[in-house]
């Protein structure tokens, strides 16, 4: 009796089991071809797209050296960047040695009250034929100035890391509308 019942579902379960490892090789043969598929771009990257998965301790690097400066750790937060930086933003253009970058940097941060960021994701990438990393940073930026005036940004931030250090930050900002007090 035992067997009458037990054989029955043994089989179903092989079968089962046997059908779902099909499905898998299915989805891999699908995901390889589609790989090799060459595709014809209506435009030429300037950019490597030949990327992979980065390492995150570039990631934590970045966003450390975000948080330092959103709490008025200036100094601690260009600890992580090389001796030479270029840095990109919107009406902004610098290109030279750290110290001076500290020095325009501390007398901007010392206009700002208190600043936060709401970080929305991050994503970290590795160009092998161009052996860098890159560490991109969506968020939205809040911050109120010495004189009370509350004010915010979402940004999108692109940050070479070389040798364990930022060499380029690259920001793009989107202001938002400016809010027309109620009568």
């Not at 079968?15 to 699908?30: F, G, M, P, Y």
């Not at 030479?84 to 902004?92: L, V």
């Not at 290109?95 to 600043?115: A, C, H, V």
Request: overall charge neutral; charged content about 30%; hydrophobic content about 35%.
């Amino acid at each position: 009796m035992f067997m009458k019942h037990f054989l029955p579902l043994l089989l179903f379960a092989v079968i089962l089991v046997s059908c779902n490892n099909e499905t898998q090789t299915a989805a891999q043969k699908t995901d390889s071809i589609a790989a090799k598929e060459t595709l014809n771009y209506p435009f030429t990257p300037k950019y490597s797209i030949n990327w992979q998965p980065g390492d995150e301790k570039n990631a934590l690097l970045v966003l450390t050296a975000f948080k330092k400066y959103f709490d008025g750790d200036v100094a601690g937060s260009l600890d992580y960047f090389s001796d030479s930086i270029e840095f990109i933003a919107d009406k902004f253009y610098f290109n030279g040695k750290k110290d001076s970058l500290k020095t325009l940097f501390t007398s901007m941060r010392s206009q700002i009250g208190t600043m936060s960021a709401d970080i929305d994701t991050w994503l970290t990438a590795y160009y092998p034929d161009k052996k860098d990393t890159w560490v991109t940073v969506w968020y939205k930026e809040k911050w109120t100035d010495k004189k009370n005036k509350v004010d915010s940004g979402y940004y999108v931030d692109d940050v070479l890391v070389k040798d364990g250090k930022i060499r380029e930050f690259d920001e793009k900002q989107r202001l938002y509308p400016e809010h027309k007090p109620k009568k």
